[in-house]
C-alpha cells in the first residue's frame, strides 16, 4: 500500500540534543512537507520541498533544518537552537507543487523534550 | 496574507443530530478550499476540497461543504452525527501554490 510513514511515534529528547525525525513516502510524489501541530494553534509549515536536493523555508523554520537527498525521503532535525521543541510533527507530500494538488499525511511523532 | 479562521473551538453534538463547523478565509482571489480531519494522535485525512464549479461540494463519511464567496466561508456540514465522527477538523485555504494554511481546528464531541 501507498502510504506517508514517519518514525518513531514518540520521541523524546533531553534538551541541547539533536533529533532527526523520519519520513518516508513511496507514492512517488516530488513534493513533501513538515509541519508543527501545538493545540490551539493548527498546523505551520516549517520546511517543503518541491523536487530532490532542493527545499525552502516555510513560515517556523528557525531552529529546524532539513535534506532532501531521496525522492523518498524528507528528514526533519530539530536542532538545539528550536526553543520549544515539544510538539507534534506531520509529514505530507504531494504530486507537485504546480497549481493545487492534494497533500496526503503521514501519521505524525510526538516530540518531548524532557 | 491569506488567512483561515474557525471560530469555534469545541463543538458538542448529539449522536444523529446535524453538525455545521464554521470555516472563513481572507484571500483576495479565487481560493482552494479543503477540511481536513484528524482523529487523536493521527495524522490529517482530506474530507473534501473546493477548486472551482458547484459551490456544494460532497466529500467523505457523508459530509458536504458549501462555498459561499459573498461571505468567504465554506461552511463543513453533515445531515446524521455518528459517535465515530469525534475528532478535530481543521480547514485549510491555498492559493494555488503549495503553501497549505490552516485554521486552528474545531474540536468535534459527540454526546450519546
Known amino acids: 500500500d501507498g502510504g506517508i510513514t514517519q518514525s518513531p511515534k514518540y520521541l523524546f529528547r533531553k534538551e541541547g540534543q539533536n533529533v532527526t525525525l523520519s519520513c518516508e513516502q513511496n507514492?512517488?510524489?516530488?513534493?513533501m512537507y513538515w509541519y508543527r501541530q501545538d493545540p490551539g494553534q493548527g498546523l505551520r509549515l516549517i520546511y517543503y520541498s518541491q523536487i530532490v536536493n532542493d527545499f525552502q523555508k516555510g513560515d517556523i523554520a528557525e531552529g529546524y533544518s532539513v535534506s532532501r537527498e531521496k525522492k523518498e525521503s524528507f528528514p526533519l532535525t530539530v536542532t538545539s537552537a528550536q526553543k520549544n521543541p515539544t510538539a507534534f510533527y506531520l509529514c505530507?507530500?504531494?504530486?507537485?507543487?504546480?497549481?493545487?494538488?492534494?497533500?496526503?499525511f503521514g501519521p505524525g511523532t510526538r516530540l518531548t523534550v524532557l | 496574507a491569506q488567512s483561515v479562521t474557525q471560530p469555534d473551538i469545541h463543538i458538542t453534538v448529539s449522536e444523529g443530530a446535524s453538525l455545521e463547523l464554521r470555516c472563513n478565509y481572507s484571500?483576495?482571489?479565487?481560493?482552494?478550499l479543503f477540511w481536513y480531519v484528524q482523529s487523536p494522535g493521527q495524522g490529517l485525512q482530506l474530507l473534501l476540497k473546493?477548486?472551482?464549479?458547484?459551490?456544494l461540494v460532497q466529500g467523505i463519511k457523508g459530509f458536504e461543504a458549501e462555498f459561499k464567496r459573498s461571505q468567504s466561508s465554506f461552511n463543513l456540514r453533515k445531515p446524521s452525527v455518528h459517535w465515530s465522527d469525534a475528532a478535530e477538523y481543521f480547514c485549510?485555504?491555498?492559493?494555488?501554490?503549495?503553501?497549505?494554511?490552516f485554521g486552528t481546528g474545531t474540536r468535534l464531541l459527540v454526546s450519546p
Open positions: 507514492l512517488n510524489h516530488d513534493a
Open positions: 484571500y483576495g482571489a479565487t481560493p482552494y
Open positions: 473546493y477548486f472551482s464549479g458547484d459551490t
Open positions: 485549510a485555504v491555498t492559493t494555488g501554490f503549495q503553501k497549505l494554511v
Open positions: 505530507a507530500s504531494s504530486i507537485d507543487t504546480t497549481r493545487f494538488n492534494e497533500q496526503f
